[in-house]
């Protein structure tokens, strides 16, 4: 199994990125984005569900960030708009089985190696 993110990069704040992340291997029934900032620990941003592309939000980017995924494609992506210095982190994709708001890291078995977003001011 193997979750491949990419996408990150710098940018200034107000700017945009998106993030992707391309899972082989199986499918997982819910696909969450986390971020972890220096000295930090690693919080939920976003999570889809597979089937159904249900999508559940961290406050703190409710409005500014959309999760959605290709099936197709077997991918995940992140967009990112209105970017705050704030949001600078390291963001990973992982998997997990379960159905409904997910939250906890420890919930999702699979990550992928995450991607550097820096945001300047």
């Known amino acids: 199994v193997q979750l491949q993110a990419s996408g990150g990069g710098l940018v200034q704040a107000g700017g945009s990125l998106r993030l992707s992340c391309a899972a082989s291997?199986?499918?997982?029934?819910?696909y969450g984005w986390f971020r972890q900032a220096p000295g930090k620990e690693r919080e939920f941003v976003a999570q889809?569900?597979?089937?159904?592309?249900?999508?559940y939000y961290a406050d703190s980017v409710k409005g500014r960030f959309t999760i959605s995924r290709d099936n197709t494609k077997n991918t995940v992506y992140l967009q990112m708009n209105s970017l705050k210095p704030e949001d600078t982190a390291r963001y990973y994709c992982?998997?997990?089985?379960?159905?409904?708001?997910?939250?906890?890291?420890?919930?999702?078995?699979?990550w992928g190696q995450g991607t550097l977003v820096t945001v300047s001011s």
């Open positions: 992982a998997g997990t089985p379960r159905l409904g708001r997910t939250e906890y890291a420890g919930h999702y078995g699979y």
């Open positions: 291997g199986r499918t997982f029934s819910s």
């Open positions: 889809i569900t597979w089937s159904r592309g249900i999508t």
